[in-house]
């Protein structure tokens, strides 16, 4: 499974940007999927996650009410919406695939995107 996320860019703090993460070479509707950050110098960090039917969902309590995840399977993509963002979510943001389910550790993931930057400024 090839994942390829985007729509990140520049934006000023209380802006929003929407994330798309697409898959060529299988469906992801089976599959429980992640957003993941890194920013430079720390560990990549759980974002928020999905189910492969997106009747569930959890988020980091750091983006709790800020950023939303959804999938459309019919169109094979899932998304971040993230709403008042702050400097500190400037970090570039991968989304991941879960074969067996999901969760919040990268370890859990086995298909990765390359990742889209999100730089907020102040």
């Known amino acids: 499974v090839q994942l390829q996320a985007y729509g990140g860019g520049l934006v000023q703090a209380g802006g929003s940007l929407r994330l798309s993460c697409t898959a060529s070479?299988?469906?992801?509707?089976?599959?429980?999927m992640g957003w993941f950050r890194q920013a430079p110098g720390n560990e990549r960090e759980f974002v928020a996650g999905?189910?492969?039917?997106?009747?569930?969902?959890l988020y980091a309590d750091s983006i709790k009410g800020r950023f939303t995840i959804s999938r459309d399977n019919a169109k094979n993509t899932v998304y971040l919406q993230m709403n008042s963002l702050k400097p500190e979510d400037t970090a570039v943001y991968y989304c991941a695939a879960d074969t067996t389910g999901w969760g919040t550790t990268v370890k859990k993931y086995d298909f990765w995107g390359q990742g889209t930057l999100v730089t907020v400024s102040s």
């Open positions: 999905i189910s492969w039917s997106g009747g569930s969902t």
């Open positions: 070479g299988r469906t992801l509707s089976t599959y429980g």
